[in-house]
């Protein structure tokens, strides 16, 4: 399954409602750490395709949802699981770090 690119109107339907553990890559387009991290959430959408969701949010477009979790520096990536936050990654970090947190959520 490919990354799905989310935003503040169609987050709860997408992520809050999800039936499996979501994974929210906040980035933006100007950000240097976001584009080392995205190749990795692409990994990890084809390896967990069914177990969990990969989803990116472009905080520029949709300020709502960064604001609602306390977003202040990018790249973060939730954890969610029953709609609720589980984890957090803040920074660039390797993707053994991102699937020892999603394993967890498993």
Not at 35 to 54: H, S
Not at 80 to 106: M, Q, R, S, T, Y
Request: glycine letters at 6%.
């Amino acid at each position: 399954m490919a990354v799905i690119h989310v935003t503040d109107a169609n987050f709860e339907a997408e992520v809050l409602n999800s039936d499996v553990p979501v994974i929210v890559d906040l980035w933006a387009e100007w950000c240097g750490p976001c584009r080392m991290i995205g190749p990795i959430i692409e990994e990890l959408a084809t390896e967990y395709d069914g177990k969990a969701k990969m989803t990116k949010l472009d905080v520029d477009s949709n300020p709502q949802m960064p604001a609602k979790y306390g977003v202040r520096n990018i790249p973060t990536v939730l954890f969610i699981k029953n709609g609720e936050v589980i984890d957090k990654v803040v920074g660039a970090v390797p993707k053994k770090v991102f699937v020892e947190k999603l394993e967890k959520l498993l």
